[in-house]
Structure formats: C-alpha cells, structure tokens
C-alpha cells in the first residue's frame, strides 16, 4: 500500500507541475506580449505571438498530465473503468493538442512541408 501512496504522490506532483506549466507559460506569453505592445516598431504581429506562446503553454502543459494520467492508471488505479477513463481523457487531450497546434501553425501538421523557410 504504501508504494501505491508513493505513486499517488508523485502523480498529483505531475499534475502540478503540468498546472504550473500552463500558468507560468500564460503569463510568460501576457508579458512578453506587453512589452512588445509597449514600442510602436514592435507591435504588428504581436498579438498572433501571444495566441502561439500561449498554446504552445497550453500543449505542453496538456502533455505532462496526460502522462500523470497515464501513471496513475497503469500504477495506482488498475480497474476497466479507470482505463476506460483514461482512454476518454487522452482522447480529449489529443483532439484538444491537435486542434490548438493547428491553431498555432495555421496548418494541418501533413501540410508542414508547405511551410516557408526563414
């Protein structure tokens, strides 16, 4: 019992941690768009830089709890329905990730071969 306690531990540490990803890239993405906004030469593109800083905050942060999910599963929580859970969350997250990285190349990932080169 107690290496499962251990294990529950670690997984709410995780799930913290992908937490914190999210707020501290969120508010990363809010200041480095102020300070852009603050000078005249800086300021077109600046609000298309916050909108992908803030998903690429968002999908990094998505990924590090999908892994807490995953753990908890295989480890704490063996049961069909927790599997069956799990299966439902990571869908939802996949979609989520899939749709937000579209959102922030402004492509089908099948398509980054079309992508300009700098």
Same mark, same amino acid.
Do not use: C
């Given at each position: 019992? &107690?290496?499962?306690?251990?294990?529950?531990?670690? @997984?709410?540490?995780?799930?913290?941690?992908?937490? /914190?990803?999210?707020? !501290?890239?969120?508010?990363?993405?809010?200041?480095?768009?102020? &300070? *852009?906004?603050?000078?005249? &030469?800086?300021?077109?593109?600046?609000?298309?830089?916050?909108? *992908?800083?803030? =998903?690429?905050?968002?999908?990094?942060?998505?990924?590090?709890?999908? /892994?807490?999910?995953?753990?908890?599963?295989?480890? /704490?929580?063996?049961?069909?329905?927790?599997? !069956? /859970?799990?299966?439902?969350? @990571?869908?939802?997250?996949?979609v989520l990730s899939f749709s937000l990285e579209v959102e922030i190349d402004g492509m089908?990932?099948?398509? =980054?071969?079309?992508?300009?080169?700098?």
């Amino acid at each position: 019992m &107690e290496f499962e306690s251990t294990v529950s531990d670690v @997984v709410r540490v995780v799930e913290a941690v992908g937490a /914190v990803i999210m707020i !501290a890239g969120g508010l990363g993405a809010f200041l480095v768009f102020l &300070e *852009r906004v603050r000078k005249p &030469e800086r300021r077109p593109g600046s609000y298309p830089e916050l909108r *992908r800083n803030l =998903g690429r905050s968002i999908l990094l942060g998505l990924e590090v709890l999908i /892994v807490a999910d995953i753990v908890r599963t295989i480890v /704490v929580d063996q049961t069909l329905e927790s599997v !069956a /859970v799990l299966g439902g969350i @990571v869908l939802i997250r996949i979609v989520l990730s899939f749709s937000l990285e579209v959102e922030i190349d402004g492509m089908w990932p099948w398509n =980054g071969w079309r992508r300009p080169l700098d």
